[in-house]
T-cell receptor
Framework: AQTVTQSQPEMSVQEAETVTLSCTYD???????LFWYKQPPSRQMILVIR??????QNATENRFSVNFQKAAKSFSLKISDSQLGDTAMYFC????????????????FGKGTKLSVKP | GAVVSQHPSRVICKSGTSVKIECRSL??????MFWYRQFPKKSLMLMAT?????????EQGVEKDKFLINHASLTLSTLTVTSAHPEDSSFYIC???????????FGPGTRLTVL
């Protein structure tokens, strides 16, 4: 069974600084997707970034980038130029690759990291 | 991006009553929807997977007779908490699997409080 581990329950960063949230996972599959979701105080889950395991290039979305190390099964999120609006819970998640008639696209979540951006 | 709505956003009910929560995909058809429960400061716990036109698949430990799921159309799934009790108070979140089937889109959640 797949598992996702986020070892940092809480982190804080100064505004405009850079912070890295770590995530490791365990799977025997070779094709899968990895996600980082943000959950602000409103509780709405927002997709931050996604990575396809078969792509070697690390995904980036503006100030957000990942360091995907497939062999090490590591998927960290780097937030550059942190902003007050980045304060939220961040969840790392794993999804099996969807084959026709295969898995149902279940997401497996880590326990989350609470990030506080301080002015 | 795809939009998923939930209704109601919050509900307060008396112990013993039943509560229905709706999850709708607004601009796409979702053959698969998921229902999660989230306790304060905790991660999302998958309760069940809802497939259009078939019975839902429940995770271990989730009572299917208490948490009734109906996915009658490609855009609507409902979760009914039957005979709710205070321990059912929680934040319930639904998501819908997108048409490419490699991303889930989340609703805004429903806060249930059972008195």
């Amino acid at each position: 069974a797949q598992t996702v581990t986020q070892s940092q329950p809480e982190m804080s960063v100064q505004e405009a600084e850079t912070v890295t949230l770590s995530c490791t996972y365990d799977t025997s599959e070779s094709n899968y997707y990895l996600f980082w979701y943000k959950q602000p105080p409103s509780r709405q889950m927002i997709l931050v970034i996604r990575q396809e395991a078969y792509k070697q290039q690390n995904a980036t979305e503006n100030r957000f980038s990942v360091n995907f190390q497939k062999a090490a099964k590591s998927f960290s999120l780097k937030i550059s130029d942190s902003q007050l609006g980045d304060t939220a819970m961040y969840f790392c998640a794993f999804m099996n690759f969807m084959n026709y008639g295969g898995s149902q696209g279940n997401l497996i979540f880590g326990k989350g990291t609470k990030l506080s951006v301080k002015p | 991006g795809a939009v998923v709505s939930q209704h109601p956003s919050r509900v307060i009910c008396k112990s013993g009553t039943s509560v229905k929560i709706e999850c709708r995909s607004l601009d796409f058809q979702a053959t698969t929807m998921f229902w999660y429960r989230q306790f304060p400061k905790k991660s999302l716990m998958l309760m069940a997977t809802s497939n259009e036109g078939s019975k839902a698949t429940y995770e271990q430990g989730v009572e299917k007779d208490k948490f009734l799921i109906n996915h009658a159309s490609l855009t609507l799934s409902t979760l009914t908490v039957t005979s709710a009790h205070p321990e059912d108070s929680s934040f319930y979140i639904c998501s819908a699997l997108g048409t490419t089937q490699n991303e889930q889109f989340f609703g805004p959640g429903t806060r249930l409080t059972v008195l």
